[in-house]
């Protein structure tokens, strides 16, 4: 069953602490991507890697951290220094020429 | 960088009726996608329309281009109560390639 996860679903946090969301892929895609996406909004890329090893800020990266260290995961750590967290995640991934993408259920993130 | 407009913002219409978005965008484009996102779910690609393309046809949808004045339609046929979801343009374009720019999207409700 091909596709890509994130987990959790819901995701609660304190002030102050560090968060990381999961998103895994088995579809063999090259790149990924992590969005946000606030009520009523579009989404707004966070951080993009197009291969092993590699990543790239979007339009909104601070605040947020990545890494890449197997073709089928991309993490997505909140850090502290993001100072308004509260929103839809989508973690999404494509073949990086053709780039259509793929997205994952999504993770809200709620700062308590 | 929101690349993508969209018109409506909101659209309610019949069931069985058509629905018709706009997307407009600023800059020279390699592609132009639309999504679909039920709500509190991932998006899901529907239909990818080249720069070089007029239009195109997937099932019920119809999808335009005029690359002159930077706009995009997608007309969804004979609508069902299914149908209720945003909708979202995303623009690939020709001085960022493979980065996506989405639109703030149309929300649709469908009424049986």
């Known amino acids: 069953d091909g596709g890509i996860t994130q987990s959790p679903k819901y995701l609660f946090r304190k002030e102050g602490q560090n968060v990381t969301l999961s998103c895994e892929q088995n579809?063999?895609?090259?790149?990924m991507y992590w969005y946000r996406q606030d009520p009523g909004q579009g989404l707004r890329l966070i951080y993009y890697?197009?291969?092993?090893?590699?990543?790239q800020k979007g339009d909104i990266a601070e605040g947020y951290s990545v890494s890449r260290e197997k073709k089928e995961s991309f993490p997505l750590t909140v850090t502290s220094a993001q100072k308004n967290p509260t929103a839809f995640y989508l973690c999404?991934?494509?073949?990086?020429?053709?780039?259509?993408?793929?997205f994952g259920p999504g993770t809200r993130l709620t700062v308590l | 960088s929101q690349q993508g407009e969209e018109d409506p913002q909101a659209l309610s219409i019949q069931e069985g009726e058509n629905a018709t978005m706009n997307c407009s965008y600023k800059?020279?484009?390699?592609?132009l996608q639309w999504y679909r996102q039920n709500s509190g779910r991932g998006l899901v690609h529907l239909i990818l329309?080249?720069?070089?393309?007029r239009e195109k046809h997937s099932g019920r949808l119809r999808v335009t281009l005029d690359t002159s004045k930077k706009s995009s339609s997608l007309l969804i046929t004979a609508s069902r109560a299914a149908d209720t979801a945003s909708y979202f343009c995303?623009?690939?374009?020709?001085?960022?390639?493979?980065?996506?720019?989405f639109g703030q999207g149309t929300t649709l409700q469908v009424k049986p």
């Open positions: 800059t020279s484009i390699n592609n």
């Open positions: 890697s197009q291969i092993v090893n590699d990543f």
């Open positions: 579809l063999n895609h090259d790149a």
């Open positions: 995303a623009t690939d374009s020709t001085s960022n390639t493979g980065k996506l720019i």
């Open positions: 999404a991934s494509s073949w990086w020429q053709y780039n259509e993408q793929f």
């Open positions: 329309i080249r720069s070089n393309e």
